[in-house]
């Protein structure tokens, strides 16, 4: 069983999601208590993908946060770097073009998207700021980034609640529903350490996207940033 650090060497990550993939959208289903679904169609508002649009979703996994994009019309690629994950992609939607590629060297031409997005994605990328620089060389000027992951609750008492959920009830849930249980501490320990809204969107304009913004979810449990590659 693999279970990454948060130094979050690529391969023990790679080696995470393979372990887990056959079992991946069930366990967050099921873990969000439902709210995935929920985030998932805020993030297809957000992106607002256009029929002939190119949509680039980074750290697709099993390619399940790409579908809203292909049936809005888009052209949208997959992209990951876990084999598991992309081969559990390709099982479950044969159509759709998964494509291998690390977020911090993308295999992609400069400016060739219209919109780059990452769901529950960039946290895992060891190095955040490469992979930020990475977006915006291959999207075109204008073009808009959609990040969506895990954040901090803004209300103090929530913030609480929540963060007991995360640490005590989290990983007792994931052993009875996943494969992989240790991928669940991992996953609690790096929501934790991630910046909050504010020091992320500080990253983005500093990676060279302009106006960053964000919407919190579920109260910020999940945040929306978004931004614009310079015209
Ligand atoms: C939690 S999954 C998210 C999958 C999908 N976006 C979703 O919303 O269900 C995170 C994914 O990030 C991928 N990942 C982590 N680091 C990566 C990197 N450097 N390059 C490409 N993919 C990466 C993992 O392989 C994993 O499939």
Same mark, same amino acid.
């Given at each position: 069983m693999t279970r990454a650090t948060l130094e979050k060497e690529p391969h023990e990550v790679a080696a995470m999601f393979d372990d887990v993939a056959a079992k991946y959208d069930l366990t967050n289903d099921v873990l969000s208590l439902g709210q995935a679904r929920l985030w998932r169609r805020a993030v297809a508002r957000a992106v607002d993908a256009r029929p002939g649009q190119r949509v680039l979703d980074l750290a697709? =996994?099993? =390619?399940t946060s790409s579908l809203p994009f292909a049936a809005a019309g888009a052209y949208v690629v997959p992209c990951d770097f876990s084999l598991g994950m992309l081969r559990e992609g390709r099982r479950r939607h044969p159509r759709l073009p998964l494509t291998a590629g690390d977020a911090t060297r993308l295999p992609f031409a400069d400016g060739v998207f219209d919109a780059v997005t990452i769901s529950f994605g960039l946290r895992n990328v060891q190095e955040t700021d490469a992979a930020l620089r990475e977006m915006r060389r291959v999207t075109r000027p204008g073009g808009r980034l959609v990040i969506c992951e895990f954040s901090h609750p803004t209300w103090a008492p929530f913030r609480t609640v929540y963060t007991e959920y995360l640490m005590r009830a989290l990983p007792p849930l994931a052993e009875r529903? &996943? &494969? &992989?249980?240790d991928a669940y501490v991992y996953l609690a320990e790096s929501i934790r350490a991630w910046p909050d809204q504010p020091a992320l969107a500080a990253r983005l304009a500093a990676a060279g996207w302009t106006r960053p913004a964000w919407r919190n979810l579920t109260g910020g449990i999940v945040a929306l940033h978004r931004a614009h590659a310079p015209s």
């Amino acid at each position: 069983m693999t279970r990454a650090t948060l130094e979050k060497e690529p391969h023990e990550v790679a080696a995470m999601f393979d372990d887990v993939a056959a079992k991946y959208d069930l366990t967050n289903d099921v873990l969000s208590l439902g709210q995935a679904r929920l985030w998932r169609r805020a993030v297809a508002r957000a992106v607002d993908a256009r029929p002939g649009q190119r949509v680039l979703d980074l750290a697709a =996994g099993t =390619g399940t946060s790409s579908l809203p994009f292909a049936a809005a019309g888009a052209y949208v690629v997959p992209c990951d770097f876990s084999l598991g994950m992309l081969r559990e992609g390709r099982r479950r939607h044969p159509r759709l073009p998964l494509t291998a590629g690390d977020a911090t060297r993308l295999p992609f031409a400069d400016g060739v998207f219209d919109a780059v997005t990452i769901s529950f994605g960039l946290r895992n990328v060891q190095e955040t700021d490469a992979a930020l620089r990475e977006m915006r060389r291959v999207t075109r000027p204008g073009g808009r980034l959609v990040i969506c992951e895990f954040s901090h609750p803004t209300w103090a008492p929530f913030r609480t609640v929540y963060t007991e959920y995360l640490m005590r009830a989290l990983p007792p849930l994931a052993e009875r529903v &996943s &494969s &992989s249980p240790d991928a669940y501490v991992y996953l609690a320990e790096s929501i934790r350490a991630w910046p909050d809204q504010p020091a992320l969107a500080a990253r983005l304009a500093a990676a060279g996207w302009t106006r960053p913004a964000w919407r919190n979810l579920t109260g910020g449990i999940v945040a929306l940033h978004r931004a614009h590659a310079p015209s």
